[in-house]
């Protein structure tokens, strides 16, 4: 039985629900804080608050924002009709970190599983269509995660927008400084499939 205090004992078990803690990591966490109270709990828990508080999703693509329009949407600059198809929010921002893509984006919220019963209807598909008609997009590029979901999905999407607008993919396959002996089959056999002439 744990010997620490109700309301130290909660926040340990929220800590736990976090990807990639569990209830040892979650405890370490949670007692250094307490330790680092003064320079660490207080301004994270406020910071907490404040997103809490703040946080919402872009009406437009779905991504995070703290306004009901995100700042990539209300750029004008980037209605370029260029529109990056992602799984979820942590994709956009990988995007966003590469600083390569100038258009605007479209958050699916996931991708079409079978086994998990999550349809078109569930993410951000239709949504997705709606905004090819009305935003005049001409390319719409699939960043969708290479796996048999995401591909799933990308062939569904480019179905739905046959003949609406051209719809690519990210390159796939063996990436730069990458060495065949550390890569999986799946990547070696797409980077065969999408071979070039040189």
């Not at 828990?45 to 990539?72: F, L, P, Q, W, Y």
């Not at 935003?135 to 003949?163: F, K, S, W």
């Not at 690519?168 to 999986?184: F, K, N, R, W």
């Amino acid at each position: 039985m744990s010997q620490a205090p109700r309301a130290i004992e909660d926040l340990i078990e929220l800590m736990a629900k976090l990807p990639g803690l569990g209830p040892r990591s979650a405890r370490r966490v949670v007692l250094y804080l307490i330790r680092k109270r003064g320079i660490l709990l207080h301004p994270l828990a406020d910071a907490m608050h404040a997103v809490a508080v703040s946080a919402r999703e872009c009406v437009i693509c779905g991504n995070v924002s703290t306004s009901e329009v995100c700042k990539i949407c209300a750029a004008e600059k980037r209605a370029n009709g260029e529109l990056c198809v992602v799984e979820d929010v942590a994709d956009l921002w990988a995007m966003e970190r590469a600083g390569t893509f100038k258009g605007r984006y479209h958050v699916l919220g996931g991708t079409l599983s079978a086994l998990d019963a999550v349809g078109p209807d569930a993410l951000r598909i239709p949504k997705l269509v709606q905004r090819v008609a009305d935003e005049g997009i001409i390319e719409v590029i699939l960043a969708l995660n290479a796996t048999i979901d995401g591909q799933t999905t990308a062939h569904y999407i480019a179905e739905e927008l046959e003949g609406r607008c051209t719809v690519t993919s990210l390159a796939q396959g063996v990436p730069i400084g990458g060495e065949l002996d550390y890569l999986d089959d799946g990547t070696i056999s797409a980077a065969l499939k999408a071979r070039k002439a040189l």
